[in-house]
Each structure stands twice: as structure tokens, then as C-alpha cells.
């Protein structure tokens, strides 16, 4: 069965360095989206990509994240200057033209020190 | 409450009896999807009910839907200790331009052997 995949599945990296998330949606699948949930908190969403451009995207998602489908696979979330609150499993997913059920990636743990 | 807001937060059962978790939401939605995950894992996508619909079956899973109370409830029937998760419900809105999910806190549900 297809499945979402993501790597690294943690990432630990400095505070104020730049980390580039990267997933691998489902090879039909047209929209694409970045959630993240914080240790014990609820899975918040990011943004959602369609057409090669963003179609929504939450007031987390400033201009500290940007995203980019750099080929016909892969599906990226790069997060610049990060910050100790950044820190959280960040999950990919992606959905078919009907754009209803989404399938989540297995999640990168972030870890920034 | 907030959006998606799931009852009880933890429930414990013993092998073999059903468990029922609920969940709130305030604004009107095209679908609401349940999910699973164990923990620090990623989500799995269990069953989507759409607006329209009332209820729906997948195995021993049993959604229902009521707009007019905006609740849902999760149904497992003949639970098994591999079914110890936290289970979440998603709900995406009316006039979402870009399917964003909104989940609630989840309930952990501990199955007994």
C-alpha cells in the first residue's frame, strides 16, 4: 500500500541554524501539507500546497518556514533561523484530487538545542 | 470548547469490551476524519465521514455523525490490546480553501490484556 514517507526521522540541530524537512507523498496525490505537534500538545497545521503554490497556510507558518515541491517528487519544508520552540514532530501528508482523507508521513522529530 | 475536542481524554478498558470516544466541534465542516496514533509515531488515517452521512462502518470501527449537535462518536467494538492509542478527530471546515485539518487533544485509550 502507498505510503507517505519522511526524512530524517530526527533531526537535531542548533538554535538559529536553518533544517530542511523533507517528504515523499503518495505518487498520485495532488495536494500536500505540513502539520507539526509539539510534545503533548494537538497536531497543529502549517500549510497545504496545490498547483505548485500555496493555498493555505497558518499564522505559525511565517516567514521563518517555506515550502517547495522541488521535483516531481519530493515535497519540502525548510524552517530558517530555528528557535528552541521550533522544536516538535513535524508530519507531512498528502491527499488525492478529492482532497478529503489525508495520509500522514511517519513524522520528523526536531529537535533544536 | 475548541474545535474537535474529543471525550473522554483517556479511557481504560479491558480486552474484548467496546470503547466510544466523542467529539465536539463549533463550526460547520465538509468531513471529519478519525485517527490513530501510537505513541511518538505517526497518524493513521482510520475512516472519514462526510457531512452528508450519519454513520459509517470499516471493521470494527463505527463512526457516527450529528451536524445538528456538531459530535461525533468513534466506535470500537471488541477492542484488542493492540488497540491502546490516542485516537484524534479532524475536522475540515466549510468554505476551506485549502483542506486544513483542525484536531482535537485526543483521547489515550489503554486497552487491558
Given at each position: 500500500e502507498p505510503e507517505v514517507t519522511q526524512t530524517p526521522s530526527h533531526q537535531v540541530t542548533q538554535m538559529g541554524q536553518e533544517v530542511i524537512l523533507r517528504c515523499v507523498p503518495i505518487?498520485?496525490?495532488?495536494y500536500f501539507y505540513w502539520y507539526r505537534q509539539i510534545l503533548g500538545q494537538k497536531v497543529e497545521f502549517l500549510v497545504s500546497f496545490y498547483n505548485n503554490e500555496i493555498s493555505e497556510k497558518s499564522e505559525?507558518?511565517?516567514?521563518q518556514f517555506s515550502v517547495e515541491r522541488p521535483d516531481g517528487s519530493n515535497f519540502t519544508l525548510k524552517i530558517r533561523?530555528?528557535?528552541?520552540?521550533?522544536s516538535a514532530m513535524y508530519f507531512c501528508a498528502s491527499s488525492d484530487r478529492n482532497g478529503r482523507e489525508q495520509y500522514f508521513g511517519p513524522g520528523t522529530r526536531l529537535t533544536v538545542t | 470548547s475548541q474545535q474537535g475536542e474529543e471525550d473522554p481524554q483517556a479511557l481504560s478498558i479491558q480486552e474484548g469490551e467496546n470503547a466510544t470516544m466523542n467529539c465536539s466541534y463549533k463550526t460547520s465542516i465538509n468531513n471529519l476524519q478519525w485517527y490513530r496514533q501510537n505513541s511518538g509515531r505517526g497518524l493513521v488515517h482510520l475512516i472519514l465521514i462526510r457531512s452528508n452521512e450519519r454513520e459509517k462502518h470499516s471493521g470494527r470501527l463505527r463512526v457516527t455523525l450529528d451536524t445538528s449537535k456538531k459530535s461525533s462518536s468513534l466506535l470500537i467494538t471488541?477492542?484488542?490490546?493492540?488497540?491502546?492509542a490516542s485516537y484524534f478527530c479532524a475536522t475540515d471546515a466549510l468554505n476551506n480553501a485549502g483542506n486544513m485539518l483542525t484536531f482535537g487533544g485526543g483521547t489515550r485509550l489503554m486497552v487491558k490484556p
Open positions: 505518487s498520485n496525490h495532488l505559525i507558518f511565517d516567514d533561523s530555528t528557535k528552541l520552540e521550533d | 471488541a477492542s484488542r490490546a493492540a488497540d491502546t
